[in-house]
C-alpha cells in the first residue's frame, strides 16, 4: 500500500500532501477492484459486478471485475476510464481520463487488450482488441489502437501509427 500511495503521489504534481492521496479516484477505484476482483475469481459473479457498479458511480472509473491488474496502477483525472473484463495491465502503468481498453464486437475469450509494464496511455485514447501494448510504450491522446505495439514504441493518431520506436 505504501509503495501505491507514493506511486500516485509522485505522478502528479498536484499532490502537496500524503493525505490527499485518499481524495484520488484512482486510489478508490483501484481498492474496488481488489474486492471485486477477488470476489470474481471465487465466482461471486453478482456481487463483483455490484461492487464494480459502485466504484464507477463513486469514481467515474469503470474497471470489469474480470480485469487483471498489476502494482501501482496510477489513472489520473479517472473520468470516463473503461477497463474491460480480459483487459490485462502490467505494472506502473498511467492511464488519463477517457481512456478505453475495449473489445471490438461480441466474441468470446480474450478480447481486450494486454498493456505492458510502465505504459502511459493519453487522454481519449481508444485501445480495442485482443492483442498487447509492449512494455515502457506510450500512447498519445485521442489515438485509436487497433494491432500490436512493441515495447518502447510511441503511437499516435487515428488510426493509430507508430511514430517512434526505439
Known amino acids: 500500500m505504501k509503495e501505491y500511495i507514493e506511486n500516485i503521489k509522485k505522478n502528479d504534481p498536484a499532490i502537496r500532501s500524503i493525505a490527499e492521496v485518499i481524495l484520488y479516484p484512482t486510489f478508490w477505484a483501484s481498492g474496488f477492484h481488489k474486492i471485486g476482483h477477488f470476489f470474481y475469481k471465487n465466482k461471486l459473479f453478482f456481487g463483483a459486478r455490484f461492487i464494480s457498479q ?3 458511480g463513486l ?4 474497471i470489469h471485475p474480470g480485469a487483471v491488474i498489476g502494482k ?3 489513472i489520473d483525472h479517472g473520468m470516463g ?4 473484463e480480459t483487459s490485462i495491465i502490467g505494472d506502473y502503468v498511467t492511464i ?3 481512456v ?5 464486437g461480441k466474441e468470446k475469450g480474450k478480447r481486450h487488450p494486454t498493456i505492458g509494464n510502465h505504459v502511459v496511455i493519453g487522454a481519449g485514447a481508444a485501445i480495442l482488441g485482443s492483442f498487447t501494448i509492449g512494455d515502457y510504450s506510450r500512447i498519445g491522446a485521442g489515438a485509436v489502437v487497433l494491432k500490436e505495439v512493441p515495447p518502447h514504441s510511441t503511437v499516435v493518431g487515428n488510426p493509430g501509427r507508430i511514430i517512434h520506436t526505439k
Open 81 to 84: 476510464v473503461v477497463i474491460g
Open 96 to 98: 488519463f481520463h477517457g
Open 100 to 104: 478505453t481498453l475495449g473489445g471490438t
Open 54 to 56: 459502485l466504484a464507477r
Open 59 to 62: 469514481t467515474g472509473i469503470e
Open 72 to 74: 501501482c496502477l496510477f
